[in-house]
Each structure stands twice: as structure tokens, then as C-alpha cells.
């Protein structure tokens, strides 16, 4: 948009120095220095002028407020961009910037170097969101998305509209006051998509249902807003330079698309094939693509545009992902998220000065009326299609927040309309007080009510019981089996081997492979048997998962089927993927990787991805269905044709008692039809027979009775007994007894106090694998032993 920046170029001096605009000379003119000539010398003239401890004062204040608002608001769910815009309101001039050091840390006299910065982190920031951002994802959407984005925008327009004019018609306003309607009802009117994916990512529900319908419809609803801003700014243009004006403008504007999409995007698919797969993108090419971001923002000046509108289209030409979007966002993303934009936020809300507001005005009146009917029409476009395709109304009102929530870019616009024209007011300082509160209460209100509205959770509830116990003697077991790196195949496999799938007692195998999303915004699930097309590049791992499972199907012909899917997203979403598959595919078991990694002597390779952690006990916590989480310590063949071998395999299933060994026990059950495969089960008894409730003690005599009888199987069991008088000499047996087996099965047993595991809970390292899964993963042994930790469904309400 034309005009200045906001902040970097202009700064109010009403703030604390009267009444008058700071002017372009003293916008522009050079610090006198730039390191300190000492601390004491700051008093005697009042102010700092030092550009650099300045700016190291500025930043440590502003993230200090924020960071000291941001811990007393987390606990209820609001977002960081709330703290930083109250710690902006505070240092503003109706706050701490009355107040001694705080009006020399921030006076118009001072070089305005934060504000600078805080506006380069704007432009930065629109152009990454250009990459991240999946245009595809409209060739995907559904009627329900292209509906409820298209309305959101367009009825709030139309009741704006009907507004103002209704306001014209009665003279209610001045010639003056009236200048900047239109302008303050198109910003009101916008959803835009970095604004939505910033608020589903801190919800925590990118990856559910209500977060992918709220991406496609804000993607859609952000396409008509990225038009109206652009037919905006030429009005503006036409007012400020009249038509020949608007023409010079929008020639140029379309001019520009046109080249970045005819010559610009091809010349970054030539820099995607000249990276090999699996090699960084070289540094020359980042570069020269920053060079060519902060070029567009320059043209975007002379086309008379806003200075984000050049980053913003050189940015949707970027492909978004592996290996150049991913790339870029690895680069310059996180810097740019924890440092400049809380700066840009912060600043902008600098501007809010709260003694402009009067009750008895008939402005701020009028402001408050339009802001608010455009709210209500915007909720009220959002709920009424969707109650319309049978949605529930909790759901539908939690979309409709979510759509019609307020952020960074709401902001950004408000403070360049505000800074555009000295001459030409198109928006006051009470109007955009007016807007920034409104902007700070949607940011506090639409979570809170987002999350009281929406559980993504409720739909795992276990109403049906979906486990191995349950499931029938005959019928299809379904597992869900999750990738993430190849080290994890060959133990999946072998695992699933184990379990001797054959035609009466076959196995149906949903095979997830999970790769992190970097350099796009829109998490994507891939379907394999369907065939669905993606521009997202999987690499020739994915390739090799499903080459493995299908050679795994070919050597069990009459015992398996397996289906296989991508899922790319966010680490700390995964759970949602692998749960949602696991309910719409009625699996009675998720098999889960084990973060930690061991090389093939058995000693400990790598300790893995805390995210991996936190995703398997995400997984434990919501699961519609029973989990396993697999344990590799290295011992399987490395062969890539490891099915094909027929050596003997020990399995051993230590039983406890309780909902989870019967579970492991009954999974454990099934490898007794192969020749191949002894299966052992130690069962562990309390001398002290009184800690046990009746009832558990006949369910896991129940499902021990044929155990004992040996009448499991076609193939002989081994039942051990041992009677053990506490922990550590349980601890103590199953020590003795790693070097013995090539695959153990145990339940979790979370939470279940027992005499034979007394006095181990304490050393417990790893609670997801329980206390005995966690004794045998443990450093201390030296063994290649894998374990298999099974957790029965939770039953939840």
C-alpha cells in the first residue's frame, strides 16, 4: 500500500511530545553515534542517543513485558500475540510511556531503530507465509470450505456497506470522519490464512477436522480479501493521484504477477533440480532469493502498493516444501517468529492510546456499532452453511471464531492505513484504538471460547471396545503400524511376522508413514491405494516403506493385507493423523516406534527426538483403540529380505496381572501356531496374595487357563511361575532372562501399584514403556532383545 512504513518510518509524537507528526527529516537522519559514551551521561540530557544500547534496551523491555504477560494468560489457552500486543498497549502513551526512563527508552527523539526492524520482520514474515502457504489446497477442498470462506467475507462486506451508507444518508458523521469507512469495513471484513494457521497451530488442532475445514475456507476467504486490499490501495491511489494514477499502479501491480509467475517460479523449479535428493539447497541460491525478496518489497513502493504485496506474491511462486521451502522457512522462520514479529506486534501496539476514547463521541460510537455488526455478520456467514451440512452447532460456532479471529496481519494494516497520508486521513488515531482493542479482545475471547467449544479428543472416546481381547478367536486383526525413519521397518515386520498371520487368522496392516511438515502451512494426508496425486515430493524412503509392507503382503499372500498412507504435519500434531486412521480404520492396535535408538551390538546409538516422546505419549493418552510401542535394540537381521528367513525366534510374555497383560497375552497367544517361534510365558506371583481384587484375579486366571492347559496354539507353550516378594527381585529374574529371547511382550500396567513391582517406580526412566517395559529398555542392559509395551484401550467418556 502506498505511504510509509508503519513505525520504521513515522511515529506519532503525540505520544509524549505534543501534538505534531514527526517529519521525514527526522525520520530519516542519521544516529550521531552508535555505542554508549556511558550510562550517566543518558540523565543529563533525557534522552539516549546511542542507537545501539538503545535498541538493546528496547528489545530487552519489550520481551521482558511479554514474556512476564504471556506466563500469567498461557494457562488459559490465549495465544502469545495477545501478550505481546498488552505489552505494546502498556509502553504505549496511555500506559508506561508517561512514565521517566520508559518516555526516554521510546521518545521521537530517539532513532526509531526498533521500529525498523520490527517492520522488516513484517515484510519477512509475509514472504514466508507466501511459502508455507499450499495454493493446491484449493483444487481439494469441498463445497462446504469454498461456501463458508466465500460468505465470511463477502456478507460482512455487504452489511458494512449497507452501514456506512445508512450513516451518510443521516449525516450522523463528517465529511472527514466518514473519509476512512470503507477502509475500516474491508479490514474488518478479512480472514486472513497465516492469521487462522497461527491460531489452530496454538490451539493444537491444525490436524483435526475442524482445523483442516477452517484452512481451506480461510485459504479461499484470504484469496477475495488479497483482491479487496488490492482494490484498496487503488482507490486510495485514485484519490491521492487520480486515474492516470490508479492505471500507472495497477499495470504495474499485474505486470509484476506476471513475471514472478512466468519467469520467477520456473527458475525455482531449476534450482530444485539442480539440488540432488537429499542435499541441502546451496547457500547462493537462499541468498540471491532474499536479495530478489527485499527487491519486490522496493517495487512494491513504486508501484504505490503495500510493502508487504511484492514479498507476499514472490513468496506464493516459492513451491512450498522439500527441498526449497523447507529451506528457506529452516533458515529464516524461527529467528524471525521469536525476535522480529513479537518486536513488529508490540510496536504496533504502541499506538493505541486509550485517553481518544469518549463515550459520549459520536465517532467512536459509530466505530463500535460497525465494528461490531461486521463481527456478528461474519459469525452469522460462517454458522448458517455449515448448520446447513448437518455440522453440530458447537462445532460450527468454533469454526466461525476461529474465521473471524484477529492477528498480526489486522494489525499491519491498521497501522499502514494510519501512516499512508498526512493530508488524507483514512485512519484516525481513535479509530485505530478503536480497532486495536478490538483486535486484543477477538485475541483473548475467540480461544478461550474455541476451546470451550471444541475437544478434537471427544471422537476417540472408547464406546466400542476396539482391543485384541475382544476381538474375535477368527476375524481380521487390524494394526496400524507408524513409520518414521527406515531404521523402523525391518522391527515393524518382523514384529508382524511373529504373529503368524494366516488365512483363518489374518491380519490387516495400516501401514502411516510420518514425515515432519517444513515449508508449508497445510498438513497433508496421502492415501496410496487411492492414488492421490500431491506436489508434495516424498522422498525414496517412503517408497521404500511401501515396497517393504508390499513384499510383506506378497510373502503372506493368504494371511494379509496391507494399505499404506503419508501423513505430513507438525510433529506435535502427529497423534491427531494416527488416531483419526486408527478410529476410521477400526484398528485394534497402533504400534508406535520407540523414540530411543540402538545400534546392532545392543549399546545405545542415539536418544532420538524428544518429539517422538511427547507424540507416543500423546498417542497413549487419547488412542481409540489398544497401543504398542515397539522397542528395537538392534538384535533383528539387517537383511532387507528378513521375512523370507525361517530361524527360530524366542518370544517371551511376562505377565503381572491387570487390563494390560491380558491384553500383551492375548496378542502373545497368536505366535504359537509357527514352528519357528517358542513362546514362554513367565508369569510373576505375589506371595501376598491379599493385593489383588477378586474380580481381576478370575480374568487373568480366565485368560491363563488354556496357557496352562497348553492348548494355545498348534505349537507347545512354556509356562513358568515365579513367586517373587517385591520389585527387586522381579527386577532381579528379568534380568537373568534378556540374553534368552529375541522378543519380549509385557503390558504397561500404568499406574497399577503391585507387589511384584514395589520399590522400581522410582527408577522408572520411561513411563510410557511401565515399569517392567522400562526395565527391560533400559542403558544397563547389554541386550538386543526387543520389547513390544502394549496399553489395553482406555475406556473414556
Not at 68 to 83: A, M, N, Q, R
Not at 112 to 126: C, E, P, R, Y
Not at 501 to 510: A, D, F, N, S, V
Request: charged share 15%.
Amino acid at each position: 500500500m502506498a505511504g510509509q512504513p508503519p513505525l520504521a518510518a513515522r511515529v506519532p509524537t503525540s505520544y509524549y511530545n505534543g501534538s505534531h507528526a514527526m517529519t521525514i527529516k527526522e525520520c530519516v537522519r542519521l544516529p550521531s553515534e552508535i555505542h554508549s559514551t556511558g550510562f550517566w551521561n543518558y540523565f543529563r540530557s533525557g534522552t539516549i542517543p546511542s542507537t545501539l544500547p538503545l535498541l538493546e534496551l528496547q528489545m530487552v523491555l519489550i520481551f521482558a513485558i511479554t514474556r512476564f504477560t504471556h506466563s500469567i494468560l498461557k494457562p488459559y489457552g490465549v495465544p502469545e500475540f495477545t501478550s505481546q500486543l498488552i505489552a505494546g498497549i502498556m509502553l504505549g502513551p496511555s500506559g508506561l510511556g508517561r512514565v521517566g526512563i520508559f518516555q526516554a527508552l521510546f521518545s521521537v527523539r530517539n532513532p526509531n531503530t526498533v521500529g525498523m526492524i520490527a517492520t522488516f520482520g513484517h515484510i519477512l514474515f509475509s514472504f514466508m507465509s507466501g511459502v508455507k502457504m499450499d495454493t493446491g489446497l484449493i483444487k481439494r477442498m469441498g463445497r462446504k470450505s469454498l461456501f463458508t470462506g466465500i460468505a465470511c467475507i463477502m456478507f460482512p462486506l455487504l452489511v458494512g456497506s449497507f452501514t456506512i451508507q445508512v450513516t451518510l444518508r443521516r449525516s450522523w458523521l463528517t465529511a472527514e470522519e466518514a473519509t476512512g469507512l470503507p477502509f475500516q469495513t474491508a479490514l474488518n471484513c478479512l480472514t486472513p490464512f497465516p492469521v487462522v494457521v497461527y491460531l489452530l497451530e496454538s490451539l493444537k488442532v491444525l490436524n483435526s477436522e475442524l482445523g483442516q475445514l477452517g484452512l481451506s475456507a480461510s485459504l479461499v476467504s484470504d484469496m477475495f480479501g488479497c483482491f479487496l486490499v488490492w482494490l484498496t490501495e487503488m482507490t486510495k491511489v485514485g484519490r491521492e493521484k487520480g486515474m492516470f494514477g490508479v492505471a500507472i499502479s495497477a499495470s504495474s501491480s499485474i505486470l509484476y504477477v506476471f513475471v514472478v509467475v512466468f519467469a520467477f517460479r520456473p527458475a525455482m523449479f531449476w534450482v530444485i533440480r539442480q539440488t540432488p535428493e537429499g542435499r541441502p539447497v546451496k547457500r547462493t541460491h537462499l541468498q540471491l532469493i532474499m536479495m530478489l525478496m527485499l527487491f519486490a518489497g522496493l517495487l512494491s513502493r513504486w508501484f504505490s502498493t503495500s510493502l508487504v504485496f511484492g514479498p507476499f506474491i514472490l513468496g506464493l511462486a516459492v513451491p512450498d516444501g522439500p527441498p526449497l521451502g523447507s529451506a528457506i522457512i529452516k533458515k529464516f522462520y524461527y529467528f524471525n517468529q521469536d525476535v522480529f514479529l513479537p518486536l513488529f506486534v508490540t510496536t504496533c501496539g504502541m499506538r493505541t492510546d486509550l485517553r481518544l476514547i469518549k463515550f459520549n463521541d459520536s465517532f467512536m460510537t459509530f466505530n463500535v456499532l460497525l465494528i461490531f455488526f461486521t463481527f456478528s455478520a461474519k459469525m452469522m456467514a460462517c454458522v448458517v452453511p455449515l448448520l446447513y451440512t448437518k455440522m453440530p452447532l458447537n462445532d460450527a460456532l468454533a469454526l466461525a471464531l476461529i474465521l473471524s479471529s484477529k492477528g498480526e496481519i489486522h494489525l499491519a494494516l491498521n497501522t499502514i492505513f494510519r501512516d499512508t497520508n498526512p493530508q488524507v486521513q483514512y485512519l484516525t488515531d481513535t479509530a485505530l484504538t478503536l480497532s486495536n482493542i478490538a483486535i486484543l479482545l477477538n485475541a483473548i475471547i475467540a480461544p478461550v471460547m474455541v476451546q470451550f467449544l471444541y475437544d478434537p479428543s471427544r471422537k476417540y472416546a472408547g464406546y466400542q471396545k476396539r482391543d485384541i481381547i475382544h476381538n474375535k478367536r477368527n476375524a481380521e486383526l487390524r494394526i496400524l503400524v507408524c513409520i518414521h525413519k527406515p531404521q523402523n521397518i525391518v522391527a515393524a515386520i518382523e514384529l508382524l511376522e511373529s504373529s503368524c498371520p494366516t488365512r483363518e487368522r489374518p491380519l490387516g496392516i495400516y501401514v502411516l508413514h510420518l514425515i515432519e511438515l517444513i515449508g508449508r502451512s497445510s498438513p497433508i494426508f496421502i492415501s496410496h491405494e487411492m492414488k492421490k496425486k500431491t506436489v508434495y515430493k516424498t522422498s525414496a524412503y517412503s517408497e521404500n516403506v511401501i515396497s517393504a509392507f508390499k513384499s510383506f503382503q506378497q510373502n503372506n499372500r493368504a494371511g494379509v493385507v496391507t494399505n499404506c498412507f503419508t501423513a505430513i504435519s507438525p510433529t506435535k500434531f502427529m497423534h491427531e493423523d494416527i488416531c483419526t486412521l486408527a478410529l476410521d480404520k477400526l484398528a485394534s492396535l497402533i504400534v508406535l516406534p520407540f523414540h530411543r535408538k540402538w545400534s546392532a551390538d545392543g549399546s545405545i546409538q542415539s536418544e532420538g527426538s524428544t518429539h517422538l516422546r511427547t507424540l507416543n505419549n500423546s498417542v497413549l493418552e487419547i488412542a481409540p483403540c489398544s497401543v504398542g510401542i515397539l522397542v528395537d535394540r538392534g538384535g533383528h537381521s539387517k537383511s532387507s529380505n528378513v521375512i523370507a528367513s525361517k530361524s527360530p525366534f524366542s518370544v517371551a510374555m511376562i505377565f503381572v496381572g491387570g487390563n494390560d497383560d491380558r491384553e500383551a497375552l492375548t496378542f502373545a497367544k497368536r505366535m504359537a501356531n509357527d514352528s519357528n517361534i517358542t513362546l514362554t510365558v513367565v508369569h510373576f506371583v505375589s506371595s501376598d496374595t491379599e493385593d489383588i481384587t477378586l474380580w481381576d484375579r478370575l480374568l487373568d486366571n480366565e485368560v491363563l487357563k488354556d496357557v496352562k492347559m497348553n492348548n494355545v496354539g498348534d505349537e507347545y507353550v512354556i509356562y513358568l511361575e515365579e513367586i517373587v516378594k517385591d520389585g527387586p527381585q522381579t527386577a532381579l529374574i528379568v534380568r537373568s532372562m534378556v540374553d534368552e529371547y529375541d522378543l519380549f511382550i509385557v503390558g504397561r500396567r500404568h499406574n497399577c501399584d503391585s507387589t511384584q513391582t514395589s520399590g522400581l517406580v522410582e527408577w522408572s526412566e520411561f513411563p510410557e514403556l511401565g515399569i517392567i517395559g522400562d526395565l527391560l529398555a533400559s542403558s544397563d542392559l547389554n541386550s538386543k532383545a526387543s520389547v513390544l509395551v502394549i496399553q489395553q484401550q482406555r475406556k473414556k467418556t
